[in-house]
């Protein structure tokens, strides 16, 4: 449980003097001539010097000293000597000397900056927090980066509780690394009940985050990668119907989706058949631009979670079998979140009751496991899977099997669960998913982030077929820096080369719509443009459906559009996204150079316009034949449905199912009209005995009069 050690020598006693000193004096007379704000009371303390003495501190070194050039007259050093496991293992603290009530407005004000440390280091961060001391609930609360510019923050609240005397206690938790902070300027304000909260100031200086700046270096280097590895060369011959190239040919390439995974949380019991079901929900998630273009991966918030499932919490489990067909009918990327979360708290209550009986956690988990990608069989449509969630700070079936045989720290249970999710899903995508990173701003070579690069090396030495890292990335107050983002991408794909892909992303409740629109358009760029993300995942994109933080949500709980959803759309349906006409030369040749992804191409084949489809994931060569165009087209169409493929997309075996009950001739081309398979298809499934490259391929068939064509994607 988190501490918050407040210094023996706090005053518990003290007297307020007669009259607010000169500093304090000053800041009130500017916030009544500023903002029309009344009289009010301090029910902390009205003089610098009462802050200084009265304060409290822990497991840091604190000084103090006259300052000049500033509006206050002393500061407070901080320094903290190395790193805590947890930020708030060091801290400094003060506490109200006189009764708060419920709805009153209180204005807290402090000055902060870094000092250079041993190292030389001119940077800190700090988590400034008002909290109850006795169960530490919080007012407010944001992690803040600071350097050697003074900057004042202004935080208004309006009591959340009645708070009698040395009850609520505002401070700084600073164990993140080895730093110096300063405090100066130090005041709260209580201007009782009747003055609105919006007549308060705030100012969290949150909005010029590492990389903000419209010329920041990081953003040509990001639109070059974007280019180098989002994007692929289609080089296109055009033949006529007599097998010659065709000229002057216009050729429209329209992108229909991305190759990379733009997705966001959703509940299981919105879609058709559920009890929540909304259309305006299903046509909002698939049409956000309003051109047919929305997203196209989903990651289920609550319904695969192993409680969630079992008491079926918010989506039954025959429900949750339509939605799953329901979107796997519609392409539609799934991740399942998640199999295993080993905190008691996040598993059925039988696991905590039988913490001492190892065999039976075990057994629970295995039948767990086999129930949801084997019984149910959710690992055919769902290929992407959440296998174990949190493993820094849920530690509880660690700590019951730690010392059992076998497992000497307990953790030698998540490479068997990895194990067994691969025997049990061959396909799929298995992922180790965490917040201590970005979401909790622990910095490269903190504890924590050590710990956890740590415990995922324990992973992948135990030979587990793990094959990505899932950054949680629940923005705070304070977003983090762009260039830190960029630099946790590297060390965990340099250290480790899985895949990564951001499996939970808002900004916390509320944010200046500004801010929200400027950070969702540089974090989603940096992501975008890393070599090793394949997946941006809100966690969620309506205000109804979600659990805590709306600010870079979409669409408000009316389904009006939030600024963010102008960012979002234009990012990825029009400055990432590629429609184009190009004109053949006179060998009927024409190229271009698209974002990966799925795409018609349509052109005139004489007097007749016809249609193909086809997936860009690399440099391709593709022929458009128009004697099998329009022979394809010509023809009578076998029903939709009538040839089904799995796993598709996938990778391996590939089974193609004869749905109907005749016999029909099949032939797969890739996507330069080669010709790499042909044989019958009888009714029910036929297994290709043959290897493909990753790509697009074009599987045509026919019962002799009638035809179809399926499109067969491989990774």
Known sequence: ???????????????????????????????????????????????EDDYRRRSGAYNLARTSEPVTGQEFSELINLRVSRSFPFAYEAGWNVVNQEPIQQGDKVLYVIYLRAKPNATNDATARANLFIERSTDFRKEFEIPIDLDETWRRYFIRIDAQSTYPKENLVFGLHVGYRAQNVQIGGLAVINYGQDVPLELLPENLNVSEYGGFEADAPWRAEAAQRIENIRKADLNLTVLDVDGSPLSNADVAVNMQNHEFKFGTAVAGSRFPGGQRYSQTFVRNLFDLDGKGHGFNAIVFENDFKWPGWEQQWVTT??????????????NIHMRGHV???????????RMENNAGD??????????????????ENFDVPVTDWDVINEINTNRSLEGALKGTPGYETGREIYAEVF????????????????????????????????????FVQEIVDADAPITGIGFQAHIGGSPNSIYEVEDIYDDFYNRFQLDQKITEFDMRTPTDTSLAKAYLRDYLTMTFSHPSMDAFMFWNWWDVDTWQNRGANLYYANWEKRPTHKVFTDLVFNDWWTDETVTTNGSGQADLRGFKGEYTITLMCGDQEVTTRMNLTEDSDMTL????????????????????????????????????????????????????????????????????NAGSYQLRFTDGVRTGTEQVIRW
């Open 625 to 692: 034949d128009c004697a099998q165009l329009l022979t394809s087209t010509e023809r009578p169409q076998l029903p939709t449905g009538s040839v089904s493929i799995f796993p598709n997309p996938g990778r391996g075996a590939i089974t193609l199912s004869n749905n109907l009950p005749l016999q029909l001739e099949a032939t797969l081309y890739d996507v330069s009209g080669r010709q790499i398979w042909e044989g019958t298809l009888r009714h029910g499934a036929t297994t290709l005995d043959i290897y493909l």
């Open 339 to 349: 199999l295993l979360w080993p905190g008691w708290d996040n598993m059925p209550f």
């Open 1 to 47: 449980m988190q501490k918050i050690l407040l210094a023996l020598f706090l005053l518990s006693t003290a007297s307020l003097s007669a009259q607010p000193d000169e500093y304090l004096t000053g800041l009130v007379d500017f916030l009544s001539v500023q903002f029309t704000l009344p009289d009010a009371t301090y029910p902390y303390y009205d003089n």
């Open 317 to 330: 489990n025959s429900q949750m079998r339509r939605t799953v067909s329901y979107l796997a009918d519609r």
């Open 419 to 454: 194990k067994r999710a691969r025997e049990l899903a061959l396909e799929a995508e298995l992922v180790l998913n965490d917040y201590v990173t970005i979401s909790a701003k622990n910095e490269i070579g903190s504890l924590i982030y050590d710990q956890y690069q740590s």
């Open 358 to 375: 190892p065999d039976y956690l075990k057994a629970q988990i295995e039948n767990h496991l086999v129930k949801m990608l084997e019984t």
